[in-house]
């Protein structure tokens, strides 16, 4: 299975500012996607990065508040737009195997805002 | 949206029995996964159900599937105290590879 590694792991971060969080894969994948766990909560889909163009929003968010790039098959970012504190989650991305489907996650990066 | 609902939500067994938990989902699907996470951690993939299998097994895991019931189980034998986490199922539905996660069940191994 493909390693992925977030960047940064955590941060706190203040009302209105913006963060970018980083997702760098060890091998080339088809298939990247970024996730939202709040507190307490399950995963819920943000959006799947697409290499060389826009981003395929979920219902609820929207391009303004969560831009995402993917130059390349082993690298995406996401940035979190205009803070606020009920942006406080852990945002993890994930690669989908295209043949088996299996899916593998970053180890997250956990956002506090204040 | 969230397709999955896991039961129990929280389940608490000491160390060596067995632990049981249920996952159902409301439309078809292609594959069912099965994930741990520690501590708020990033997931860890335990194991991958196609919807044309009905069991399988990985080391001390058992998932069984019934595309049927739109329901799965996992079942961790002889449990450790390191298998103390959230467990999550993770659906797909025809569309693809996007994932709708349960949510989830907390388990705790005492030892």
């Known amino acids: 299975s493909a390693v992925i590694s977030q960047k940064p792991s955590r941060d706190i971060c203040q009302r209105g500012t913006s963060l970018t969080i980083q997702c760098q894969v060890d091998?080339?994948?088809?298939?990247m996607f970024w996730y939202r766990q709040q507190p307490g909560q399950s995963l819920t889909l943000i959006a799947t990065?697409?290499?060389?163009?826009?981003?395929?929003?979920e219902s609820g968010f929207v391009i303004d508040k969560f831009p995402i790039s993917r130059p390349n098959l082993t690298f995406s970012t996401l940035t979190v737009s205009n803070m606020s504190p009920e942006d406080s989650s852990i945002y993890l991305c994930s690669v989908a195997e295209s043949l088996s489907y299996e899916q593998y996650f970053g180890p997250g990066t956990r956002l506090t805002v204040t | 949206s969230q397709q999955g609902e896991e039961d129990p939500q929280a389940l608490s067994i000491q160390e060596g029995e067995n632990a049981t938990m249920n996952c159902s989902y409301k439309?078809?699907?292609?594959?069912l996964q099965w994930y741990r996470q520690n501590s708020g951690r990033g997931l860890v993939h335990l194991i991958l159900?196609?919807?044309?299998?009905r069991e399988k097994h990985s080391g001390r895991l058992r998932v069984t599937l019934d595309t049927s019931k739109k329901s799965s189980s996992l079942l961790i034998t002889a449990s450790r105290a390191a298998d103390t986490a959230s467990y999550f199922c993770a659906t797909d539905a025809n569309s693809g590879y996007a994932l709708n996660f349960g949510k989830g069940t907390s388990l705790l191994v005492t030892p």
């Open positions: 990065a697409n290499q060389g163009s826009e981003a395929t929003y």
């Open positions: 439309t078809s699907i292609n594959n």
């Open positions: 091998s080339q994948v088809t298939m």
């Open positions: 159900i196609r919807s044309n299998e």
